[in-house]
């Protein structure tokens, strides 16, 4: 029997519990598996699952060190105590399976380099896109690829909020409002619709993807809370769909240690793999050489989905240990360290095709002007439409060619003293 130690009761805990409690008609290693204790921060709370109240503990330190323990599952969220208690779970010697995105992405390089001292496992499955497998698929599946791009939509909540924008036409805050209401956002949404959630995961797959480490500050990361109906309909009308989108690109044959690395919303081409993802789902869109391109999809969070990917980690680490025994050599496809960091590209480096919306006073030459604007900075426009004229003041949108950020902005600044410009509303990256 292989003895679990389990950190936090909350939802992903909970639906964990639930897949160890039922193991009928799953992987014959689930039967083998006991929770020995469960670490809360309440013992009164009422529970959604039935258990022995001798089972909890407020002690979490207790647990991580407990000898009969083998593998700590930590799912309390946040950065502490959740950090701590993982480097001691592994200074004394347990293997660790944890969905906290949060950790990972800042402390990776801390808890992996314990982790490969004291010969355990840490594996994370569940941190990135729920209940889709993609941090295994990286690690091993896809292991023969060069790894090109991985462009993700990965956070359900600013999805749900994009999609109701869209099918309903609704503006962000009253979205926002009645996902609070439906719990498909958080009370405090600031990580999720600022992209900082998204930011974490992304950092989590390039390190996997591109060999190294990343520092989570160095992750560009722009949210959702500018986006309008009005920009939502205006990209509809030219062939587009507004996400935010978790990018990470290497630019092999030019500096393969230099890469791209940004959260940001989108527009999409409909046509776009990404462009059909709905709702809270989630979907990772992975191109590599020579496979070309593969993409992950389904429910990106939730008590069940998350909880099958932390099952499996740790069916992942009992199957090592039934056939290697305690004290095995860690199997280098699943405990993979980086010795560098990452270069990541700054943002006003990154070419980008960019949508403009503009007000500008309906004068002669104001057109004109703005064409000059962004000529002297060698930015070439595709498309320039004039969508309504109101009250003596047209909008315009317009869409430019790939150009580097750094010019596309300095064009933009010199657009924004001409006179004739009222207001410039919305700039939003064009997925090529
Ligand atoms: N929810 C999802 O859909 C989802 C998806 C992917 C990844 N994740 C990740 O999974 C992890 C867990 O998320 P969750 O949604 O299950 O969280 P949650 O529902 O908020 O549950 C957190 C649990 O941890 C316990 N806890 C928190 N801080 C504690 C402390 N200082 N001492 C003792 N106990 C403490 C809480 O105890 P009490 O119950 O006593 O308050 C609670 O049982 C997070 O890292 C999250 O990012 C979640």
């Not at 949060?102 to 569940?126: F, M, P």
């Not at 805050?173 to 974490?200: F, H, T």
């Not at 409909?270 to 993802?277: K, T």
């Not at 869409?399 to 596309?408: C, I, N, R």
């Amino acid at each position: 029997m292989y003895y679990i130690g389990l950190l936090g009761l909350g939802t992903v805990a909970t639906g964990t519990l639930e897949i160890l409690s039922d193991p009928s008609g799953r992987n014959p290693l689930i039967s083998e598996m006991i929770v020995k204790k469960i670490g809360v921060r309440s013992l009164e709370k009422t529970r959604t699952i039935q258990l022995s109240q001798e089972l909890l503990t407020q002690d979490l330190d207790s647990i991580v060190i407990d000898p009969q323990i083998d593998i700590v599952v930590e799912l309390l969220g946040g950065l502490e105590p959740a950090r701590s208690l993982i480097l001691k779970a592994i200074n004394a010697g347990k293997h660790v399976v944890t969905a906290n995105k949060a950790v990972i992405a800042r402390y990776r390089e801390e808890i992996y380099a314990a982790a490969q001292a004291k010969g355990v496992y840490v594996l994370i499955e569940g941190a990135v896109g729920g209940g889709i497998p993609i941090i295994k698929p990286l690690k091993q599946s896809l292991g023969s690829n060069r790894i090109q791009s991985i462009i993700g939509i990965v956070n359900g909540t600013t999805n749900y909020i994009l999609s109701q924008m869209s099918d309903f036409g609704a503006d962000f805050s009253e979205v926002l409002a009645r996902a609070q209401q439906l719990g498909y956002a958080e009370a405090d949404p600031s990580s999720d619709v600022d992209g900082l959630d998204a930011a974490d995961k992304i950092a989590i797959l390039a390190s996997l993807s591109f060999g190294g480490h990343i520092k989570r500050e160095d992750v560009y990361s722009e949210g959702i809370s500018n986006i309008t109906a009005t920009d939502i309909d205006y990209a509809r009308r030219l062939g587009y769909t507004i996400k935010l989108l978790a990018i990470a690109r290497g630019n092999a044959g030019e500096d393969s240690d230099h890469l791209e690395l940004r959260v940001h919303p989108t527009l999409v081409p409909q046509s776009h793999p990404l462009a059909s993802i709905h709702g809270v789902n989630n979907a990772v869109l992975v191109e590599g050489d020579p496979l070309g391109r593969v993409m992950f999809y389904g429910p990106g969070a939730g008590s069940g989905p998350t909880a099958s990917a932390v099952v499996s980690d740790i069916m992942n680490i009992v199957a090592i240990l039934k056939s290697h025994g305690t004290g095995a050599t860690l199997d280098p496809l699943l405990s993979r360290a980086h010795q560098h960091y990452c270069q990541i590209t700054p943002i006003e480096e990154i070419k980008s095709s960019f949508y403009t919306r503009l007000i500008t006073l309906d004068r002669p030459g104001a057109i004109g002007q703005i064409g000059t604007c962004f000529g002297e900075q060698n930015v070439s426009l595709q498309s320039l439409v004039q969508i309504g004229l109101k009250a003596g003041q047209a909008e315009l949108v317009i869409v430019s060619h790939d150009v580097k950020e750094g010019l596309f902005r300095r064009a933009l600044e010199s657009v924004r003293q001409l006179e004739a410009i009222k207001d410039i509303p919305s700039v939003i990256r064009v997925l090529a």
